[in-house]
């Protein structure tokens, strides 16, 4: 059996739907035999061992464990869904105050038990900040941590996809920018349907600027949807993008999809945000997305938000002012 590596892959809050998602998927995609799950709600944690187990997988060492320390020891690679989930009526904002404690824990653990870590992926909500949070206390290169934010732009496509009734493969480089969450930039002008610039088609018979907005509507709400249809939050989505991201840091397949990097530079600085990016077996690196004015607006719009949310954290005593983030890690 052929694996993208040998070196150890945890899952980090494996007894929940993501993360016993993100198990399966990492055996079926073969990324590594060396899979460590971890999850402090330790009945849960067995049982999804079990039903990996019962799969039948061949090659695996599949191990788990609810001590950090342990689950942590080794690690080159780690993916973090261990936070509270969003539930009905919840806006991803609504789960700061309680993840963001979870996300300091997190980093903390990370410097403490792995510090050689390769790549950490952060997807609990919300993302933007918790996997900043990660960074901060981790002590990594921000390259070296990434959040998922390629669930807005593959809800772009699929409501493209659904509103011309065409494959979802027909539409390409379908992208969001900046936050994952209310605020986030939907573009357009990045956009081809059947070849044809999604620009050249909004506001003409075929997609009325009034159903342009309605589907942005839909595309950033998405996650809500998920929601009222299944009445629990996205899991496998989530899932396997957030695999497929680290499957790309281990030297993989190309990520397809925007990735929530560390930003600082002359226009936007101190955040985690959706960019475009590549991911390798040397990190994330981005380029800030081209757009129109109203894009770019938009994306501007999306970067004060998060800065208010970075705000609250600050003010909350999780994270010291932004002028002290390099006495906490020398990388930022």
Not at 165 to 194: F, L, P
């Amino acid at each position: 059996m052929k694996f993208l590596t040998d070196e150890k892959l945890v899952i980090v809050g494996a007894a929940g739907m993501i993360g016993s998602n993100m198990a399966q998927t990492a055996m079926m995609m073969h990324l590594t035999p060396n899979i460590c799950l971890y999850d402090p709600y330790g009945p849960g944690l067995e049982g999804v061992a079990e039903e990996m187990a019962h799969c039948g997988f061949e090659g695996v060492n599949l191990t788990y464990t609810s001590d950090i320390a342990e689950a942590f020891r080794d690690a080159k690679y780690i993916i973090s869904s261990g936070g509270a989930a969003r539930k009905a009526g919840m806006t991803r904002e609504d789960l700061l105050k309680g993840n963001a404690a979870v996300a300091e824990e997190l980093g903390k653990n990370i410097r403490k038990y792995c510090p050689d870590v390769r790549h950490v992926v952060v997807i609990f909500n919300p993302a933007d900040i918790t996997g900043l949070i990660t960074l901060l206390y981790s002590g990594l290169r921000p390259s070296q941590v990434s959040t998922l934010a390629a669930l807005d732009s593959t809800r772009l496509r699929s409501e493209l996809s659904k509103y011309f009734h065409i494959k979802a493969d027909e539409i390409e480089n379908a992208r969001t920018y900046g936050g994952h969450g209310e605020q986030m930039a939907v573009y357009a002008s990045t956009t081809r349907v059947n070849g044809k610039p999604l620009t050249e088609i909004i506001g003409t018979e075929t997609l009325p600027e009034k159903d342009w907005e309605e589907l942005k509507v839909r595309v950033i709400q998405g996650g809500k949807n998920i929601i009222d249809l299944r009445g629990r939050s996205s899991f496998q989505s989530p899932a396997y993008l957030s695999i497929e991201m680290i499957a790309a840091a281990m030297g993989g397949p190309e990520f397809r999809w925007p990735v929530g990097t560390y930003v600082n530079d002359d226009r936007f600085s101190h955040i985690m945000m959706a960019m475009e990016t590549v991911v390798t077996k040397d990190g994330t690196r981005y380029t800030e997305p081209k757009g129109t004015p109203e894009e770019q607006k938009a994306l501007e719009q999306s970067y004060k938000h998060l800065c208010a949310l970075r705000d609250e954290v600050i003010a909350m005593g999780v994270l010291p002012p932004v002028d002290k983030w390099n006495e906490l890690n020398p990388n930022v």
